[in-house]
């Protein structure tokens, strides 16, 4: 998932976990759709600089290379606007994971006679809000490395570096972006670990295409039954 629209997603889950009843108000699909527009519309802003300053170099025929402007101030705003970007949306995550697990940690906190008076959620509420905890966490996870390094070398970018420390920052470098993806690929296993309607769901959509297929091949099976045997038919003399 889109570390923007899991930050959207979180911050939608707080509000409705949230002991207040006001907050819990603000969770709405009007409210989903607007924020999806706002932050279409800003990514959009950011990234019109892209088809502007990147160029495509070929190389040879069969090869082409993507690059961007080396001279200028632009390499210091893609450099600095990423690092930026990259740093509010890791502090979202940790910030909502936080204050998640404060709301959960609430409602458990909470007597039973005031659980219905203190939130109302349903019980998908609860699995979406176990799934999002649990993504966060794993993204937080798989981004801190990355996001270390990239303020390191932020801070050391006019340094000169000696061959070992270039082979060093290159390996912790591909490290750090090997477990970023290896992150981004857990939201199904997320979702299979923690969500049990997710798993019933699962299983019946898989039992549903074994059934057609089964189907499937039972009709075409009579099918074939149906037909005549032509060698087995007599020929008139």
């Not at 889109?2 to 959207?8: A, D, Q, R, T």
């Not at 279409?40 to 025929?61: A, E, G, R, S």
């Amino acid at each position: 998932m889109s570390p923007s629209i899991l930050v959207l997603a979180s911050i939608d889950r707080l509000l409705i976990s949230s002991a207040n009843v006001d907050i819990r108000l603000y969770s709405s699909s009007r409210l989903a759709y607007f924020s999806l527009s706002i932050t279409l519309v800003v990514w959009c802003i950011y990234y019109i600089h892209v088809p502007v300053k990147f160029d495509t170099y070929q190389m040879n025929p069969v090869i082409f290379l993507c690059i961007f402007e080396l001279t200028g101030p632009y390499p210091d705003f893609l450099h600095y606007s990423q690092l930026i970007i990259n740093v509010v949306l890791f502090l979202l995550m940790v910030v909502l994971s936080i204050y998640s697990w404060k709301n959960v940690c609430q409602m458990k906190l909470a007597p039973p006679e005031q659980r219905h008076v203190v939130r109302k959620m349903h019980k998908k509420d609860f699995q979406m809000l176990r799934c999002l905890f649990a993504m966060n966490v794993i993204h937080v996870i798989g981004d801190s490395l990355i996001m270390t390094y990239t303020i390191y070398k932020a801070s050391t970018r006019f340094e000169v570096l000696t061959a070992w420390e270039q082979n060093r920052n290159d390996f912790i470098s591909n490290l750090g972006i090997f477990v970023h993806l290896i992150a981004n690929c857990t939201d199904f296993y997320i979702y299979v670990i923690t969500s049990r309607s997710f798993r019933q769901e699962l299983k019946r959509s898989f039992w549903k295409i074994v059934s057609l297929k089964a189907v499937e091949a039972r009709h075409i099976n009579n099918e074939q039954l149906e037909l005549p045997n032509v060698s087995a038919v007599s020929l008139p003399k």
